[in-house]
């Protein structure tokens, strides 16, 4: 009686050391870091349709529309802390925006952009790029963590209105001036 | 009288025989068997190493493929007791939702890195494995232990991707973190 007891100890201790030993059969290797280092960099391109527009001109008309519209399409993708994408129109000169190269000129104010739906509008603004009262905002677009990469497309027509102030009057030429496009994130 | 001489030589011979037999008997000597135990310890163990700790990416918004600058070889050496039946290899982050970050709250999760393993296909890390954060791991490869591979060594070429489709606003910015390698036997 005492012998099937002693054995009946013995099988269970096996049994635990057994188990025990099972137990401890998972290894781990040291844990090895990589670091990983991801750069998504600021971008801010705008892209027109087209880069030219001829007028036919009519002295003293109000709609000398120009020949094509253009579309400028602006994308970004932006840091946090921006808040705004502004889209401008511009002239270096607001007295010259085009020109005969023989002192007749055209004034910025006499330069008409229609953007998308909005109302036709003068360049007679100061804004952040070109000369002062020869430029429009053409859009402005809030920033928020939805559209930090977006884009937008501003379909523009353009018109010279030649029925103001001395333009009536305005010699037959051939006028020739550079308008500019440009967007700002800030 | 020649009996007795006889009987004499023969006595003389027979005590010089016994005198000599003596000390030759009394060269073996055996002291008592004393034992060594001998104990020898092949202790499991697994090592694992990277060939780089450092991988770089080079974003585009919104994109799919963003691979990483390298692909990285991780060499994992074993030896093992009988007991153990597999050898797995884990990638993690501690976190699924801040894989990477920029610190100020824009966040990469582990569900947009992706690893691809000796030219598999790429999977991203969204299962919870025996390390790191819950949904932020994954199983890069297995070996079954047997008989004949006790001790063994094993590469895993890893290369890297950022698919930042589900992520299209992410903000630009520099996203840092840690991925880890570990290797587990059980």
Same mark, same amino acid.
């Given at each position: ?27 781990n290797s040291g844990a090895q870091p990589i670091t990983l280092?991801?750069? *998504?960099?600021?971008?801010?391109? #705008? ?30 993708? #932006? ?20 020109? +005969?190269?023989?002192? +007749?000129?055209?004034?910025?104010? !006499? ?34 963590? *939805?559209?930090?990469? !977006?884009?937008?497309? +501003? ?5 010279? +209105? ?7 009057? *305005?010699?037959? =030429? ?5 308008? =500019? ?6 | 009288?020649?009996?007795? %001489? ?5 006595? %003389? /011979?027979?005590? %010089? @025989?016994?005198?000599?037999? @003596? ?23 697994i090592?694992l190493?990277l060939?780089?700790h450092?991988v770089?990416?080079? /974003?585009?918004?919104?994109? %799919? $493929?963003?691979?990483g600058?390298?692909?990285i070889?991780a060499?994992t ?10 050898l797995n290899l884990y990638a993690f982050f501690s976190s699924s939702t801040a894989a990477l970050s ?5 966040n990469i999760p582990s569900a947009d890195f992706q690893i691809s393993d000796?030219?598999?296909?790429f999977a991203p890390l969204t299962n919870t494995v025996a390390f790191g954060g819950a949904n932020a791991g994954l199983q890069v490869s297995s ?5 004949? $591979?006790?001790?063994?060594? $094993?590469?895993d070429?890893m290369?890297f991707?950022i ?5 299209? $606003? ?6 840092t973190g840690t991925l880890t390698i570990q290797a587990q036997?059980f």
């Amino acid at each position: 009686m005492k012998t099937v007891r002693i054995s009946w100890a013995v099988m269970v201790g096996a049994a635990i050391a057994l188990s025990a030993s099972f137990a401890s059969a998972q290894v781990n290797s040291g844990a090895q870091p990589i670091t990983l280092n991801a750069k *998504l960099a600021e971008s801010l391109t #705008l892209n027109l349709s087209a880069n030219a527009v001829n007028f036919t001109l009519s002295a003293g008309s109000n709609t000398n529309a120009g020949s094509a519209g253009v579309t400028a399409t602006t994308a970004w993708t #932006l840091a946090p802390g921006r808040n705004n994408v502004n889209v401008y129109a511009y002239f270096t000169s607001s007295t010259a925006a085009l020109t +005969d190269g023989s002192g +007749d000129n055209i004034p910025s104010s !006499a330069f008409y952009i229609k953007n998308n739906a909005n109302p036709a509008a003068a360049l007679t603004n100061t804004v952040v790029f070109g000369g002062a009262n020869a430029g429009l905002l053409l859009a402005n677009v809030p920033i928020t963590a *939805l559209n930090r990469t !977006a884009n937008r497309t +501003d379909a523009m027509t353009f018109n010279i +209105d030649l029925s103001t102030g001395t333009l009536p009057q *305005l010699p037959a =030429n051939t006028y020739t001036g550079t308008l =500019n496009i440009q967007a700002q994130a800030l | 009288m020649r009996m007795l %001489a006889k009987f004499g030589t023969m006595g %003389a /011979l027979l005590l %010089a @025989a016994i005198l000599f037999s @003596a000390p030759c008997r009394a060269q073996v000597l055996n002291s008592g068997a004393s034992p060594i135990t001998l104990n020898a310890i092949l202790q499991d163990s697994i090592t694992l190493t990277l060939s780089s700790h450092a991988v770089n990416f080079t /974003l585009v918004a919104g994109s %799919a $493929n963003n691979p990483g600058s390298t692909g990285i070889t991780a060499t994992t050496t074993w030896v093992m007791k009988p007991s153990v039946n597999s050898l797995n290899l884990y990638a993690f982050f501690s976190s699924s939702t801040a894989a990477l970050s920029d610190g100020a709250g824009h966040n990469i999760p582990s569900a947009d890195f992706q690893i691809s393993d000796n030219g598999g296909a790429f999977a991203p890390l969204t299962n919870t494995v025996a390390f790191g954060g819950a949904n932020a791991g994954l199983q890069v490869s297995s070996v079954p232990i047997r008989g004949y $591979n006790k001790t063994g060594t $094993n590469s895993d070429v890893m290369t890297f991707n950022i698919n930042l489709a589900p992520l299209p $606003n992410l903000a630009a910015g520099v996203y840092t973190g840690t991925l880890t390698i570990q290797a587990q036997a059980f």
